[in-house]
């Protein structure tokens, strides 16, 4: 079968689009035909030997896939051709993927294939942050951080299925029209005077904030939000882990939150499913993940280029068989 594969951690031109071997069915495990498989960062932290789990090389990356199962266990419960989602971990940029029952998920019927791989890492992500770790509630306010992003335009969109109002703040320029038709009622542009932006949208500031950012906006962001508001920390896409001055949280009666999802389900494994079935519930309602790029298998590396170089709005995926 053809598969990327990451020869040298180099970055995305450290990768290779080579004939390998089909996975073989063991017992237990599922082989699935890989429709789409979504891109995500921990894609190009892997190509740059950046990211926690450095696999041996060579290997093939992929993390978010949709697909649909090949071949299945006795007495699984999953048959073969049912629409799936894999949490791959591994091995989705390739046409086929053997996997475990519990990395399988169904594929809602509502979505496509392009439209389930993008499901994975970020939905997971932002209904992780902003239900089980932000506790947000019907008619709050939402403010994200780097809405343009990946996190960012799952968060819009989760928070807006949630019945929050959205106020996007974003630093990319020409993104107003896309973060509205997802769902943003405000967008604020990361310039100087943001912050005063923010507040005079919202009066008092916004009762949650996303962010998967960091950096040097971080101080300020603190500033963003409301007392008895929840700041929630994803990430720091912008490079800069910052410091918290501790006076705001106290005279403000503010809560500082992390939403790892990766660590947290380390140690809690029935979380990916509990989300899914929420996710699929939203989905149900009308909820949907925009796809905004489409790859072909062989346009990885550029893909990755992409993402690395902020090229990337919202969510791109490859489509490696439709």
Known sequence: MKAQVIVSETGPEGLELQDIPAPTQHPGTYLVDVRSCGICFPDLLMSQGKYQMRPPLPFTP????????SAAPEGGE????????VASGLGGFGEQIAVVEGQLFPLPDELTFDEGAALGINFQ????ALQMRANLQPGETVGVLGSAGGIGVAS???AKAMGARVVA?????GNEEM????GADEVVQLTDGWKDKVLELTGNGVDVLIDPVGGDVFDEALRTVAPDGRFVVIGFAAGGIPTVK???VLFRNISIVGAAWGEYIRTHPEVPGNLHNEIVRLVKEGMRPPVNHTYALADLPQALTDLAEGRVRGKAVVQISQ
């Open 62 to 69: 992929g993390t978010e896939v949709a697909g649909v199962v």
């Open 125 to 128: 992500t932002a209904l992780f």
């Open 169 to 173: 703040v974003v630093h990319r320029t």
């Open 246 to 248: 501790l006076n705001r």
């Open 179 to 182: 973060l509205r038709g997802l």
């Open 156 to 158: 819009i969109i989760v």
């Open 78 to 85: 999953y048959a073969v051709g049912d629409r799936v989602v």
